[in-house]
């Protein structure tokens, strides 16, 4: 984990930020974790072309390895924000997304909330984008 001073959350586990901007930041009893997209932190290539489930994995693992830079968990996060480039990518995402829900969120607590919208990306690679807001315990 690495959280700075003024609350800056990095890990090499995840894509370095492109621009100037934090991977997250952790700010009274909050965690938000920036836009992550499919990209390998090994590799720096986006991974998977035309394949939204697998880039939606990648995307939540990327998320993931941010929240616990930041001292959070996937079943702290209190709200994902999932952008897609195409409404046909909606049933593939959704089912990517059940299935990494299904195996980080503990049997029994609540689930986030999800907002879900259709937009262009910055990378025409780019199929998906997620970031999410989470309450570590303290």
Do not use: C, W
Request: aromatic fraction near 6%; hydrophobic fraction near 45%.
């Amino acid at each position: 984990m690495s959280t700075t001073a003024d609350g800056a959350v990095s890990t090499p586990d995840a894509p370095a930020p492109a621009h100037t901007f934090s991977q997250g930041v952790r700010r009274g009893g909050l965690l938000q974790v920036s836009g992550q997209g499919p990209m390998d932190p090994a590799t720096k290539q986006y991974i998977a072309p035309g394949d939204v489930h697998a880039q939606t994995l990648r995307t939540l693992e990327n998320v993931r390895a941010i929240l616990e830079a930041g001292g959070a968990s996937v079943g702290d996060v209190l709200m994902f924000r999932v952008y897609l480039t195409e409404r046909e990518h909606f049933t593939a995402m959704n089912d990517a997304y059940g299935e990494f829900v299904s195996r980080h969120v503990p049997e029994g607590a609540a689930l986030p909330a999800r907002t879900t919208v259709f937009v262009g990306l910055p990378h025409a690679e780019m199929l998906v984008e997620i970031d999410a807001l989470a309450a570590p315990a303290a």
